[in-house]
């Protein structure tokens, strides 16, 4: 960009030669009244307005920045180094330069007199655009989404990379000083960088140090910032060195802005009496994002500031209360294990799916359920849809209903649901009135031990549960599940249940038990596989008073690998770690995973039913939902499991070596044995006779071998104990 010096009366200073237009010179010559009518655009010692200029070529949008008087000792320094006007300029000029995004520079102008600075512009183009602040504003505060926030950080990031490997540090890089123009179809342009009168322009690509600065300064939450950097750092972990000096820098740059109320009281004041409305953005605790490919909000916050509202007297608390109540369910749970497999336990309706109520889902996923057979289904509802999303599940339900399926309710919570209680009485009113007839339980919360579900102690969970309980003295008819605590953390299920008020005693302890991601069931975390896990979650039930002996998993999947960003353990963003590992199981594990799992759950007495998350997910459903719905493999050996057992009755198993599980069924006259090991391949440890053998997608077999992939044998004759 070509630049030529100009003098228009007192000022002086340099103009762009593609703006050097007769009749935009005229507009330079009512600079200051231009000031002084135009829209104001910012506030402050420096501001902003927006004005047009005439050309040759019609008028074109404008904004002035326009520097106030500054003291003698800033003048000085400006004198030497080039005022805030000029710099403006020359880094506009070089980020043109360098393909870097800014509204094309105009002009400098300025006026000294006895080496004061007087009078000093900065004059570019105006982009119609809205700010990084008001995009990121907008997401937190409306659309609450993750999608939205990944696209932008997707498109930013790579633009700040850009601008300091081309050596260039901003100097003050916060969100506002970002802008974000969007084509006439919504597509978003290059980003757009303002305020550069801060900033340093360096011979080669920045060090650290520089780096680490502009960054300190986004404002973003603190898991997202984190994948930020990661984007900025070309999809790899950021330098050891950079991510230290970042989080130094923002430490300290942050905690100055929030000390800004005790240096400049005068100025907070009038700031506060502006303010009008909401805060820029929500608390940190309570930014709540949702993630529709996982159908799961998102972890927001990073570790400081995850321990920064953590109440701590909660945590004791809860831990005090473990300790308390561990004697107690100790002693039920070695009962309760010891007991294991012991009695015969009904199939029929045991297992159900869940069915995801959007409208491009329903119709497949009811010809689907139709192949399993119809068992049971859970359907959720969540607080932060909209009414037409609600009334779509409600229809989903009684369709269900009409056609004699047994349907369980999950009753999802979001943050607003606790800022906004007459919200979610509302909502809650609205789905018990509407299905509480219709329906076998209602799980009321959803993952309250976890930050994300905007939960951050057992009497928030408390404060959503109680509406649903006056809502039960309407209708004494509905059974409230709960506290569907998730994974194996017991001790929020126990404050949960202690925080209920006196005499309250759920239907059953729902609870979504997940193997902690870390493959087969039989897998033990500490001293506790799933079979212990299950028992302990037994005992719990007996031991509390405020819930019936009986315990339901709402929700249980594994993830399927080399499903990216859909996987649950992969959004929104895959880490470098996940692209090298591709965390997950493959589809034959997921199957073998899926059928041990029922059956450990379910034989052992110690869970009364079960509910797989979900029929539909390219991430962990039994159907691809990105493929065209293509059933997995795991849907064809649920399909033959639900078909050859699931209205049979579960005997006994037998206790042979520790690897090796044999459970056997009865069905009218005829007895069937399930049974895989979880070692080598090796000859099935039983004298009988078999008629018949199929592997887990119903084939038939003619092997009497025993895998990691459960086999089915149609028995002949009398066991004989060896």
Not at 55 to 68: L, Q, R
Not at 636 to 650: M, P, S
Request: hydrophobic letters at 40%; a positive charge.
């Amino acid at each position: 960009m070509k630049s030529l010096p100009i003098t228009i009366g007192n000022l002086s200073g340099f103009i762009a030669s593609g703006f050097n237009d007769p009749l935009l010179l005229v507009n330079l010559e009512n600079l200051q009244q231009l000031s002084n009518n135009g829209e104001k655009l910012s506030h402050g010692g420096d501001f902003v307005v927006r004005s047009e200029f005439s050309t040759a070529n019609g008028n074109i949008p404008v904004a002035i920045k326009v520097f106030k008087r500054q003291s003698w000792w800033k003048d000085l320094y400006d004198k030497k180094n080039k005022s805030k006007a000029e710099r403006s300029y020359l880094a506009a000029e070089y980020l043109q330069t360098h393909n870097i995004g800014t509204p094309p520079a105009i002009a400098w102008l300025e006026r000294w007199e006895k080496n004061r600075l007087l009078e000093s512009y900065y004059i570019c183009r105006f982009e119609p655009a809205v700010s990084f602040r008001e995009v990121v504003a907008d997401i937190l505060w409306d659309k609450r989404d993750s999608a939205p926030m990944m696209e932008i950080l997707q498109h930013l990031a790579p633009v700040i990379r850009a601008m300091h490997d081309a050596g260039f540090m901003h100097g003050d890089m916060g969100n506002q000083n970002i802008l974000l123009p969007r084509s006439d179809n919504g597509e978003w342009l290059p980003p757009q960088l303002i305020d550069l009168n801060r900033s340093k322009i360096f011979p080669t690509a920045i060090g650290n140090k520089e780096r680490a600065k502009d960054l300190a300064r986004i404002a973003l939450p603190g898991a997202y910032m984190k994948i930020f950097k990661m984007i900025y750092s070309e999809h790899q972990y950021p330098a050891p060195e950079l991510d230290k000096l970042e989080q130094t820098l923002r430490d300290q740059f942050w905690r100055h802005r929030r000390n800004s109320k005790w240096r400049h009281p005068i100025r907070h004041w009038k700031n506060s009496r502006k303010a009008k409305g909401r805060p820029l953005y929500p608390e940190p605790k309570d930014v709540w994002l949702w993630d529709e490919k996982t159908a799961q909000p998102m972890i927001t916050l990073g570790r400081k500031e995850k321990h920064q509202y953590r109440n701590r007297r909660y945590v004791l608390s809860m831990a005090w209360q473990g300790i308390c109540a561990l004697p107690g369910i100790y002693i039920r749970y070695r009962k309760l294990l010891a007991a294991s497999y012991t009695h015969p336990v009904a199939m029929t309706n045991k297992i159900g799916v869940a069915l995801h109520p959007h409208s491009e889902y329903i119709e497949t996923e009811l010809r689907l359920l139709e192949q399993l057979g119809n068992p049971p289904v859970l359907i959720r509802f969540c607080h932060h849809e909209t009414e037409a999303d609600w009334q779509r599940g409600i229809e989903l339900v009684e369709h269900l209903y009409r056609k004699g399926i047994q349907v369980m309710l999950a009753i999802l919570q979001d943050r607003r649901a606790l800022l906004q209680p007459e919200s979610w009485n509302t909502f809650l009113s609205l789905i018990v009135r509407k299905l509480g007839d219709k329906v076998s339980d209602i799980e009321i919360t959803h993952a309250s031990n976890r930050m994300k579900w905007g939960v951050w102690n057992s009497n928030e969970y408390r404060q959503l549960l109680q509406p649903a309980l006056e809502l039960k003295k309407q209708f004494p008819h509905i059974k409230i599940t709960g506290p569907a605590c998730i994974d194996f953390e017991y001790l929020p299920v126990v404050a949960a249940l202690a925080a209920l008020p006196k005499g309250t005693r759920l239907d059953a302890l729902s609870h979504l038990l997940y193997v902690d991601r870390r493959g087969a069931p039989e897998n033990k975390q500490g001293y506790f596989s799933t079979l212990e896990k299950s028992a302990l979650l037994k005992a719990l039930a007996v031991w509390s008073p405020h819930t019936e002996e009986k315990v339901i998993i709402s929700e249980v999947n594994w993830p399927v690998k080399h499903t990216g960003i859909w996987s649950p353990i992969g959004c929104p963003y895959e880490t470098p770690n996940w692209r090298r590992d591709q965390p997950g199981e493959e589809d034959e594990d997921y199957t073998n995973y899926m059928l041990r799992f029922l059956a450990i759950t379910l034989c052992s007495g110690h869970v009364e039913q079960v509910y797989w998350w979900r029929l539909s997910a390219h991430g962990y459903g039994l159907v691809d939902d990105l493929d065209n719905f293509k059933p997995r493999p795991a849907f064809k050996a649920l399909v033959f499991f639900l078909e050859l057992l699931g209205k049979a009755t579960f005997e006994r198993k037998y206790h042979l070596n520790e690897d090796v599980y044999l459970l056997e069924f009865t069905k009218g006259a005829q007895r069937w044995l399930m049974a895989w090991c979880t070692s080598a391949e090796q000859d099935l440890p039983l004298s009988v006779k078999v008629e018949k053998v199929w592997d887990a997608y119903g084939n038939l077999n003619h092997t009497s071998t025993i895998n990691k992939s459960p086999r089915y044998f149609l028995l002949a004759g009398e066991y004989q104990q060896p």
